[in-house]
């Protein structure tokens, strides 16, 4: 199984984002399992999702508390200990963060496992005119740092979910954009022990 736990604020997309991979794997013929922490239901709150993947049927339910995959959309976060970015980072292969720079995060909150960094707040405000929601990238980064999340399925998925949120075309088309930059940016995991082949 591959465990992806995601991190944000309110606003930013967290919770799309993991519904996204969810849907992108079931699309690819695994089993998928997503979802969201409601806490504090309001803009810029710390809110988590979860989304886990396997070959077969999955029977864990709750929280992530050992991810093999950390996404995170705001670096400020890693600031608030409440909001548990962090916890159990032993676990994990890799954690994604948006952000322009991630060398000074890795030495100030001794990251220990091996980070992938894209600044998508200004990927997002260059295709999409505002920085507000970063979901696309963000499950772009996820899709393909699990390595078994194909471009076609995860475009398939980004329309799905655009269209059930009554995107508009175009809003559709530069999220695509987004989501297509970033997969092709960003790398596959090495994960630690046996997951999941491509």
Known sequence: MIRIRFHGRGGHGTKTASRIVGTAAFLCGYQAQDSPVYGAERRG??????TRIDSEPILERGVIEQPDLIVL??????QTPDA???????????IF????????????????????AVDLTTLAMQTLGSASTLSSGLA????KMTGIIRHQELALALRDEFTELELD???????CQIADAVFQRVSTVEFQGSKLAP
Not at 73 to 78: I, K, N, P, R
Not at 100 to 113: G, K, T
Not at 169 to 175: E, R, T, V, Y
Request: hydrophobic residues 55%; aromatic residues 2%; without cysteine.
């Open 73 to 78: 959309s705001d670096e400020t976060l890693l």
């Open 169 to 175: 075309s175009d809003s559709i088309a530069k999220n």
């Open 140 to 143: 772009a980064a996820a899709a």
């Open 45 to 50: 709150a710390a809110v988590v999702a979860f």
């Open 84 to 94: 548990g970015v962090l916890a159990n980072q032993q676990a994990a292969s890799a």
């Open 97 to 116: 963060i948006n952000t322009r720079d991630a060398a000074p995060l890795i030495h100030e909150h001794d990251i220990a496992v091996p980070v992938v």
